[in-house]
């Protein structure tokens, strides 16, 4: 099965050639396959974001390549649109607008028909545990179910290929869990899930692989179940650094 | 055509609730009315004293009505634009500034679309501001044509209809400022390139380039600068001015469909 989500030896640099510009993305590739959560993890300013931020197509990188269901997600057909769904930065959320106006609108921009919107945005409002704000206002919202709401926004219309930036950052442990189930849930049916986070533990519970990014590119895999978790992360760390002090150094 | 429908239909929710929208819509179609009939009537009063006097001069003469639709449609050919270029400045320029347009990447309904319905719908707004604004002034007007028995005849109407005119022209002209908003990606830099056009069309009209400069078209036209300055605005003037908002409608679709880096 071809992968949903892909990002082949892309490159980026942010202020282009000018000087001291740092790459952000220096050959970074990864593959997510349908019914797989795969999950990045790294130090600030690792590139995580930014690889992320050219999955969903608000950045095109300078070389390499990026496929959101075999497409340019830049220029994604409506077909494929209507399977894809993130969250990378600031979500399909207007503050003016309330939780169930953002969720009917969401699902409307994602391509459901106006049929099938109640009985979406009623499903999501059930998963994440907004019925409580659905009439308030999205700028009346805490943080935490702010970010409820910019989640359940990209999973209304139950998207094949999901891209989630640090999705648990504001959440209280029970947001965390219901985040958690949301994503086995999408990768139960089918979808691709790409989550970057900085919590070993939590992409331990939820994901299939995990991928430390450093520098911008992938490092090295680690398996959720493998013991030390965290220690494991910074041996990768370590010797990519080491690495790249011995390139520089010949 | 199902994705503008869509674009639409949210970005005229959007724009029902936005700010800008709330704040600006009382302010147009109340504010014109009361300001036209207040200025001819301070006008007439002979209450007005050193340069005001000098200013309100214009409209202390001549049939009340047709004064009244004359001042209408000269504050609102520079009203709409002032209050078109804030709600552009705030629809195009702050989704940009804190990242929320990132979110209009990869939809079913794409983010040209929605950018083009934005336009739309802030032009659909001023249009029915402009409407609302002169419908109120010609109410107005009449009520005080007939406390004086004076006439509400046909050149009253055909200054309502000029002031339509020049308002729903000086509201096309916004647009060109949501071309600014998205290549600056700031509702500040927005606001301080319409206050230098504006500042701008003053320079224009005092060179006397005026009747080919867009921005100064409308005003000129209604009689901001006199009779003769009004005479001089021809068809070709008006339809120059009347093709910048489908040029720059144009152009912002270009741009939210080449936006990256967001």
């Not at chain 1, 910019?150 to 891209?163: F, S």
Request: charged fraction near 15%.
């Amino acid at each position: 099965m071809p992968d949903a989500l892909l990002l082949d030896d892309v490159r980026h640099t942010f202020g282009g050639r000018r000087h001291g510009a740092r790459p952000a993305l220096s050959g970074l590739s990864l593959a997510v396959a349908p019914g797989e959560v795969v999950a990045m993890i790294g130090l600030n300013g690792a590139g995580k974001t930014t690889a992320l931020r050219a999955l969903a197509g608000r950045l095109r990188p300078a070389e390499g390549r990026a496929r959101v269901l075999g497409h340019d997600p830049a220029r994604l057909p409506v077909a494929a649109a209507r399977r894809f769904g993130h969250v990378v930065g600031a979500a399909l959320v207007d503050p003016a607008l309330t939780v169930t106006e953002n969720l009917r609108v969401a699902a409307r921009l994602h391509g459901l028909p106006p049929r099938a919107v109640d009985g979406a945005v009623s499903s999501v409002v059930d998963l994440l545990d907004l019925a409580s704000w659905a009439h308030a206002r999205a700028r009346t919202l805490s943080l935490g179910n702010a970010q409820r709401l910019g989640i359940a926004c990209a999973v209304v219309h139950g998207p094949d290929a999901l891209v989630l930036d640090e999705p648990t950052s504001a959440l209280d442990p029970r947001g965390v869990v219901l985040v958690r189930e949301l994503v086995r849930d999408r990768a139960a049916n089918g979808a691709a899930v790409l989550v970057s986070s900085h919590h070993l533990d939590e992409v331990a519970r939820v994901a299939d692989r995990v991928l430390a990014v450093h520098d911008g590119r992938v490092v090295g895999t680690l398996q959720p179940g493998e013991a030390d978790l965290e220690r494991r992360f910074f041996a990768l760390v370590l010797e990519a650094d080491a690495r790249l002090a011995t390139r520089r150094a010949a | 055509m199902n994705a503008l429908r869509t674009a639409l239909l949210v970005e005229a929710l959007v724009w029902r609730r936005a700010t800008v929208q709330r704040l600006a819509t009382p302010l147009l179609v109340t504010l014109v009315p009361v300001t036209s009939v207040g200025m001819t009537a301070l006008a007439r009063s002979g209450a007005a004293g050193g340069a005001g006097a000098a200013k309100l001069a214009d409209y202390a003469t001549g049939d009340i009505a047709t004064t009244h639709l004359l001042v209408a449609g000269q504050i609102l050919s520079v009203a709409v634009l002032m209050a078109g270029g804030f709600g552009v400045a705030a629809g195009f320029g702050q989704p940009l500034a804190d990242g929320r347009a990132g979110a209009a990447f990869g939809l079913a309904t794409p983010r040209e679309a929605l950018a083009l319905a934005r336009a739309l719908v802030v032009l659909g707004w001023l249009a029915a501001c402009v409407v609302g604004a002169v419908a109120l002034t010609v109410g107005a007007s009449a009520a005080v044509a007939a406390s004086m028995s004076a006439p509400f005849g046909s050149s009253a109407w055909e200054a309502a209809g000029r002031a339509l005119a020049a308002g729903l022209l000086g509201a096309g002209l916004v647009l060109p400022f949501a071309a600014v908003a998205t290549a600056t990606r700031s509702a500040l830099a927005t606001i301080g390139t319409l206050i230098g056009v504006v500042a701008l069309t003053q320079l224009v009209v005092l060179v006397g380039a005026g009747a080919w400069f867009p921005y100064a078209v409308p005003s000129l036209w209604t009689g901001t600068g006199g009779p003769a300055a009004a005479a001089a605005i021809g068809g070709p003037a008006l339809a120059l001015t009347a093709a910048v908002a489908p040029a720059a409608a144009a152009l912002v679709v270009v741009q939210w469909r080449r936006l990256t880096d967001v």
